[in-house]
């Protein structure tokens, strides 16, 4: 059975931080993504990655992939306010079915 | 519509009730999803169409659960005799289907059950 880890669950920051964001997956899997959401709100895709060593990056966010360590991380530079959310990682099994991790919950704090 | 849109937003309902939670899926996507949210948790895969059928009902809880997608397009999530465990947002999502899996998720339908 897939299963899907994220730590930390919680995080707490300064403006201007770096930190990251590790996920951590059980077995071999297609693809790998990145959702964040705001509360009360749905999920907003961030990255898709598809294939080891693959790094994608947007504005303070980039997210890396290792399939061989089956591990993720969403590395965050330089944080701001606005990136306060919750962020999950996702893979998908076969080809359709996503198993989410817990989520991490990020408050940059002014 | 431009992206997925699910009604209602807000459902409450009472212990036992019967309700039904619609999705508007992406124009011309073929792959609808359905999840469950509970609070603190990331979503819970509950069923997946590809176009009218359901090809993987595996997450359904229990036969309290029902999904259907009759023409293609929209689909109603069902749910009797309701129970207080229930209680959740409902996600949907949908994709091209067309060898890219990436999925759109509608804003949820908060399901509280009293």
């Known amino acids: 059975e897939l299963k899907v880890e994220q730590n930390p669950l919680f995080l707490s920051m300064q403006e201007g931080k770096n930190y990251t964001i590790y996920c951590n997956y059980s077995?071999?899997?297609?693809?790998l993504y990145w959702y964040r959401q705001d509360p009360g709100k749905s999920l907003e895709s961030l990255f898709v990655?598809?294939?080891?060593?693959a790094v994608k990056q947007e504005g303070r966010l980039m997210a890396s992939l290792d399939t061989k360590a089956r591990l993720s991380t969403l590395h965050i530079t330089a944080a701001v306010h606005d990136l306060s959310a919750t962020y999950f990682c996702?893979?998908?099994?076969?080809?359709?079915?996503?198993?989410f991790g817990t989520g991490t919950r990020l408050k940059v704090l002014a | 519509g431009a992206g997925v849109s699910q009604t209602p937003s807000n459902k409450v309902t009472e212990k036992g009730k019967y309700v039904e939670l619609r999705c508007d899926p992406i124009?011309?996507?073929?792959?609808l999803y359905w999840y469950r949210q509970s609070l603190g948790q990331g979503p819970e895969f509950l069923i997946y169409f590809q176009g009218t059928g359901a090809a993987d009902d595996s997450g359904l809880p229990n036969d309290r659960f029902f999904a259907v997608r009759p023409e293609g397009s929209v689909s109603t999530l069902k749910i009797q005799r309701t129970e207080r465990g229930d209680s959740a947002v409902y996600l949907c999502a949908s994709s091209s289907g067309r060898g890219n899996t990436e999925a759109f998720f509608g804003q949820g339908t908060r399901l509280t059950v009293v």
């Open positions: 077995t071999t899997s297609d693809r």
């Open positions: 124009s011309g996507h073929t792959a």
């Open positions: 996702a893979v998908t099994s076969g080809t359709y079915k996503y198993i």
């Open positions: 990655l598809l294939s080891n060593g």
